[in-house]
Structures are given as C-alpha cells and as structure tokens.
C-alpha cells in the first residue's frame, strides 16, 4: 500500500497539460458539461472531465463505486470483451515499441509481430492481420510526423510569445 502511496505521488509529480488532449466541443455539449460540472460544486468543465479520467484510470479516485461506473461505461461503449481484436496500435503503445523502428527493421517487426499473436492467442482474442499490421505502422508513422510538426509549431510560437 505504501509503494502505490509513494507511486501517487511521484506521478502528482508530472501533472501537465497535455497539448494533444483537447477535446472538440459543440457550443451545446460545453454549456452541458459546464453546467453538470457547476452543479456538481466543480468550478469548471476541466475539473468534471480530470476527475472523470481519475476514477477511468484508477489514479487519484473519487471511490471504489465511481471507479467501477467509470470502468462499466468504458467496458459498454467500446464493447471491451475476451472475444474483442487486440488492435495492433494498442499492442504497440502497451509494449513501448518505437514504431520507426519496427518499420526500419524487417526483422524486429517481425519479432514483434510474433509476441503481439502469441498475446492475442493467450488471451483468447484474433490478432489483427500482417497486411492490416502494415497499414497501421503507415499511420502510426504519420501521426509522429503530424505530432512532431505541431511540436515545432507550438515552440516556434512559444518563441515569438517571449520575444
């Protein structure tokens, strides 16, 4: 208990904005959320949706109960069974693959690959195919390009604000 105790706290420790996590809002979905948010004696739409991803996640919860709501919503909208596809994305990020790597070397995607369907075949699920493994990477490798031409945009701004 006192490992997660000291576990908590480290990751309170890295607590930022995350610049990829901006969620799209009609007008009326944010005056909705602001409005639950406010009436559940929150300041803000912001503290609904961190309090949310707390009791989704496990980390900093509001109680057992919440955490099982939040984990039963979860489970129900994105139909998460034994007998779903383990996606190939979400192998990839699980298992921290650089994914210029795999792409670059034939054999270590391969390896991979492997260990990804000896996963799905230990957890009852079908492996996601190698073309549609293929086709993943491509995008994979496009989002980091997208993620990085942000990053430099979003610095380069950050050094016209300081100038």
């Known amino acids: 208990m006192k490992r997660k105790a000291n576990e908590m706290i480290q990751d309170l420790a890295t607590k930022s904005a995350r610049k ?7 007008d009326k979905q944010y005056s909705s959320l602001t409005r639950m948010a406010l009436r559940a004696g929150l300041h803000n739409a912001r503290e609904l949706i961190q309090s ?3 009791d989704l996640t496990g980390w900093q919860r509001n109680g057992s109960d919440e955490v099982r709501f939040a984990n039963t919503w979860y489970d129900r909208a994105y139909c998460i069974t034994t007998d ?3 996606p ?3 192998y990839v990020y699980n298992y921290d693959h650089d994914i210029e790597l795999l792409t670059e070397e034939p054999d270590r995607l391969k390896k991979a690959y492997e260990h990804y369907c000896e996963e799905c075949k230990w957890g009852g ?3 996601e195919s190698w073309d549609g493994v293929l086709r993943v990477n491509q995008e994979l ?3 980091k390009k997208e993620d990085q031409e942000q990053l430099m945009q979003y610095i380069e701004a950050e050094k016209a604000e300081i100038k």
């Not at 990829?20 to 009609?26: A, Y």
């Open 52 to 54: 949310f991803v707390a």
């Open 88 to 90: 190939w994305r979400y």
């Open 125 to 127: 699920v079908e492996p």
């Open 141 to 143: 490798l496009q989002e």
């Open 84 to 86: 779903f596809l383990m």
């Open 20 to 26: 990829d996590i901006i969620p799209e809002l009609t």
